[in-house]
């Protein structure tokens, strides 16, 4: 489930981490309560600080969040941060393992649009995909993901707009993306973000069908 909407671990301003906090705890509590696999959230923004500065006030945060639900014996329940799509966003790929590196309870949710934007397109072929996936399986020892794909417009600042799948103006391709979790042999949850959710989905099933059945 996607934690509620805003969430700033690592902001300049105290009560917006308090209130950042009792929704993280709100939303892990309840995923316990209803058998949550996966709880995604967006860790941040940078703000005023460096990424340092925002990776140390994020994990504290964390901490907070960890120590309060040890407290109400909160157990079963899994966060997942995600890699994010602005520059000025907390949630690099590298920031996302770092996270996940040094808590449990988390494992990283891998939006593979978010990533191509924040490149500013170098997402562009199957080794592009397998890099992303052997990072996560050297540096976290993982070979199950949670993951996002869809079309994505981007600006020099990142994300900027999602696009439909089959609008070829965008991407990242989404050929060699199938091709790659195929071929990995990872367990990978793949959530279609486009703005047409439903009918995009299928379009990615039936890509997957097709060159899994070749």
């Known amino acids: 489930m996607h934690a509620p909407y805003y969430i700033n ?4 301003k105290d009560d917006v981490i308090e209130r950042s906090i009792q929704r993280l705890v709100q939303a ?3 995923s316990e309560w209803m058998g949550v696999y996966r709880t995604v959230f967006h860790p941040g923004f940078y703000t005023i ?11 504290n945060s964390i901490k907070q969040i960890m120590d309060k639900l040890e407290v109400l014996g ?3 329940y899994c966060f997942a941060p995600e890699t994010t799509g602005k520059i000025s966003q907390l949630g690099n790929l590298d920031e996302i393992i770092e996270i996940c590196r040094s808590f449990d309870h988390f494992q ?4 593979f649009t978010h ?3 924040r490149s500013r397109g170098k997402i562009n072929k199957q080794e592009d995909y397998h890099k992303i996936l052997q990072k996560l399986e050297n540096e976290l020892n993982i070979k199950s993901l949670h993951s996002h794909f869809t079309h994505i417009e981007y600006t020099d600042n990142g994300e900027k707009k999602h696009h439909k799948l089959l609008d070829d103006n965008y991407g990242p391709p989404i050929q060699p993306f199938i091709k ?10 793949v959530i279609c973000e486009s703005p047409l959710i439903d009918q995009d989905a299928i379009v990615m099933k039936k890509m997957y069908n097709q060159y899994i059945n070749k």
Do not use: Q
């Not at 671990?9 to 300049?12: H, T």
């Open 108 to 111: 990283p949710t891998v939006d």
């Open 115 to 117: 990533i191509h934007a």
């Open 49 to 59: 600080y460096s990424s340092n500065e925002a990776m140390d006030r994020c994990k």
């Open 180 to 189: 790659e979790i195929i071929e990995c042999g990872w367990d990978i949850t």
């Open 28 to 30: 892990a509590k309840a």
């Open 9 to 12: 671990l690592s902001s300049n």
């Open 74 to 76: 909160v157990e079963n």
